[in-house]
Structure formats: structure tokens, C-alpha cells
């Protein structure tokens, strides 16, 4: 997981139309929030955590506004690009 200042860089990547910012924030986040997944529903076979997080983080580089690490913890992320809210 990227550091908050790191987090902030490629939020303002995204927003700003960053063309290489996408493969970077997967690069940055998705193995790292597969893990999450996989410690937090332990039940769920791993491939399905691992789709989840690809689709947490599409929708996260779809609209970046959905995530502020200013505001939000890695834990609310999470929720919040799982859940859509």
C-alpha cells in the first residue's frame, strides 16, 4: 500500500488525465488489497478477492474522487470502492 503522500500523487494523477497514472495505481494497490481482502473474508475462495480488488480499483481509477486519502483510511477504501458508495 502507498504512503498517503504517494496515495495523494496518484489521485492527482488521475484527476488530472495522467495517461500512465492507472498502471501505477494498480501496480501500487492490488496486490495489496487482494491480501486485505483475502485476511478480512477469509472464506472467500482467493481468486473471487482478487477480482474484487481489481474491480475496487477500476472503479477507483474511473472516478478518482471516490477515494481522498486526505479523509479516508485504507480500511474505508476499501469499503467504500467495494461497496460503490
Known amino acids: 500500500m502507498p504512503r498517503d503522500d504517494d496515495s495523494r500523487d496518484l489521485r492527482a494523477r488521475l484527476l488530472a ?4 497514472a492507472s498502471n501505477d495505481v494498480v501496480t501500487a494497490y492490488l496486490e495489496d488489497l487482494a491480501d ?7 472464506k472467500e475462495e ?3 478477492c482478487l ?3 481489481e474491480d475496487a480499483i477500476l472503479t477507483f481509477i474511473k472516478n478518482p474522487m471516490s477515494y481522498d486519502p486526505d479523509k479516508s483510511s ?4 476499501s469499503e467504500c470502492l467495494l461497496t460503490g458508495t
Open 17 to 20: 488525465g495522467d495517461t500512465t
Open 36 to 42: 486485505w481482502l483475502e485476511k478480512h473474508y477469509d
Open 46 to 48: 482467493p481468486n473471487y
Open 51 to 53: 477480482m474484487a480488488a
Open 74 to 77: 485504507y480500511e474505508t477504501i
